[in-house]
């Protein structure tokens, strides 16, 4: 009962209550604190502050506030931002997120278990009348594909490795549409994504027979003008997460991909027996198999990440990559006339 | 925890206890009896009998027996062998059920609905010290896939399309490396597989994070000369499935695959504005992305499904398709000199 009464919860995306109040609970590792320290870097502005019990060394740097005085700040939710080994909310936690339910924030977990399966964090929520969110859930219902061509457009950031920038270069092509005064917007798919955004579907975590299913129901019908800017997962030559990636290329039937790589990363991040692919190859691939649902697949250009580079050899190298690829090249952190070249190619009619 | 125990039951894979009695419920529906009929036809020798209640039409040819009967003649659990909508243990079948446990049967069920959320069939079956077997319920714990090269050989049939013959290609294959005194196992990755075989992973319904893991849990490591012959799901170039059929073969890592096509069909089953690739399309792209973890991937031949043609035609087929792609080309359902032709390119060395 509880946990389809989380199920419930999630299935309603875009809904999330922000901005939100961070929680370190007692974390003295960095490596467990990556959704908090996700969001401040990838959404500052979402953030009101950072919530730690005593014992915790790891900090976000943001302001460190009670509950109370992050919901007087306009907190309107807790994000739990740190990850323990088994998944599940610790103890020792309790008093602390009881305490935040009190002061009238709403629960938010990426971790494997859901909230509704603690008793004592259910029974809060329930007395308080406060909502406890599980990003990691997929909604319930998510159909097979039919692979029928939506209307709109679509855009979907792939990229030669996992964890090189697909999310940013989503975020970051969806804010400069925006900015032009296009009907875009950023699209999900991972936990920190849909932390980001509000709502999206944790496309990892969907069953495999609904992986394509998924992307369509992420990206559904829209207007003739409207850019639906789909984050990435995963890459074709990944030996573990190859399959979840191609599902998702299918299901969001892209018109635009954008190539994310790390020019100084050779090997499978993890996975050192296995060689990265070109550039070349990783589109050639995309395109291939894109092509089963959209016949005018695109790539605009390239999304370089530079951020071990100097700015004068990054320059250099998104040049080199321009020339050899003959496509826009550019680093989304960077900006410059680059990252504007690559903005238009995707706006240019295919 | 009544969910848990069911996720540990079916963990234990490669042992559902077998014979089987077919259970058909009230069905007047052929449709709704596929997992019945698939039995009956793919393995004959496992099903005892049939079991139904009054009002029940549809009928598999097979002897009718109560469970008493069957437990007689040696079956040792009853298997749900129809589906109706709603994925659940409807509450007519309860007193046939419970009879069936009362009479020394194991109960098997490939509904999406666990036969533990069922409080009576739980009830009946700790009552009598009876077990619940969910096979859709992929086991606990798959870890996400290392693309680890592991020992031993592997076999895995692959398709133009779903539902064309991939199953029965792999069991064929497996059933004649056996007979030939080759050390050789059929590995299941569907639900009627894993009836067939008594154990194996539903891959479809593993959550898309794992699905390699779970094809590299599926053939582990093994002797050098050991052959594990998987069942293909899905297509590369199905809309709706490519992600499920390409994390398969990521985690397989086979050294030879088997490509299964109908020669009549010219579309995508049920998803018809798809035209289905040409075999060589299909074998191509297969061999591009298996690579990826096994650099010798090879394509041993054809498996063509000729059930609609009279014998003269489908040796004409088979001779038409040999000569235009180069490859033995056989019918698994007639044998002759194309079948031992393919298994001998399978055990060529690579």
Redesign the interface.
Same mark, same amino acid.
């Given at each position: 009962m509880n946990s389809e009464r989380a199920m419930e919860q999630t299935s309603r995306v875009d809904k999330l209550p922000q901005p939100y109040l961070l929680f370190l609970g007692n974390e003295t590792h960095e490596s467990y604190a990556k959704t908090a320290f996700g969001l401040r870097d990838w959404a500052r502005e979402l953030c009101v502050g950072e919530y730690a019990l005593d014992g915790a060394t790891v900090t976000t740097g943001l302001p460190r506030l009670t509950p109370r005085e992050a919901w007087r700040r306009g907190a309107r939710s807790l994000v739990i931002g740190v990850a323990n080994m088994g998944g599940q909310v610790t103890p020792a936690w309790i008093p602390a997120l009881t305490n935040a339910l009190e002061a009238g924030l709403d629960l938010i977990s990426g971790m494997h278990g859901s909230l509704w399966d603690n008793p004592l964090l259910a029974a809060a929520a329930n007395s308080h009348g406060r909502r406890l969110f599980d990003v990691r859930k997929p909604p319930q219902g998510i159909p097979?594909?039919?692979?029928?061509r939506r209307s709109g457009r679509r855009l979907l950031t792939v990229g030669t490795d996992c964890a090189l920038g697909k999310k940013y270069t989503a975020l970051a092509i969806a804010g400069d549409l925006k900015a032009r005064g296009i009907d875009a917007e950023f699209r999900a798919t991972g936990q920190t994504g849909v932390l980001i955004a509000g709502g999206g579907i944790p496309?990892? %975590?969907? /069953?495999?027979?609904f #992986?394509?299913?998924a992307a369509e129901l992420l990206s559904p019908d829209a207007a003739p003008g409207h850019w639906d800017i789909v984050e990435g997962q995963g890459a074709?030559?990944h030996?573990?997460? %190859?399959? /979840?990636?191609?599902? #998702?290329l299918?299901g969001t039937q892209p018109d635009v991909i954008v190539a994310c790589h790390d020019p100084g990363r050779t090997h499978v991040g993890g996975?050192e027996?296995?060689t990265l692919p070109t550039l070349e190859e990783a589109i050639e691939?995309t395109i291939?198999?894109g092509r089963?649902?959209n016949a005018s697949i695109r790539c605009a250009g390239i999304s370089l990440n530079t951020s071990k580079l100097t700015e004068r050899d990054a320059r250099a190298c998104l040049a080199e990559y321009r020339a050899r690829l003959s496509l826009p090249c550019a680093d989304p952190l960077r900006q410059g006339p680059e990252w504007t070249e690559l903005i238009e190619a995707v706006l240019r009619e295919g």
């Open positions: 097979i594909a039919t692979g029928r496309i990892d %975590a969907v /069953v495999a027979d #992986l394509a299913g074709l030559f030996p573990a997460y %190859a399959g /979840v990636s191609l599902g #998702l299918h996975l027996q296995f691939q291939a198999l089963r649902t």
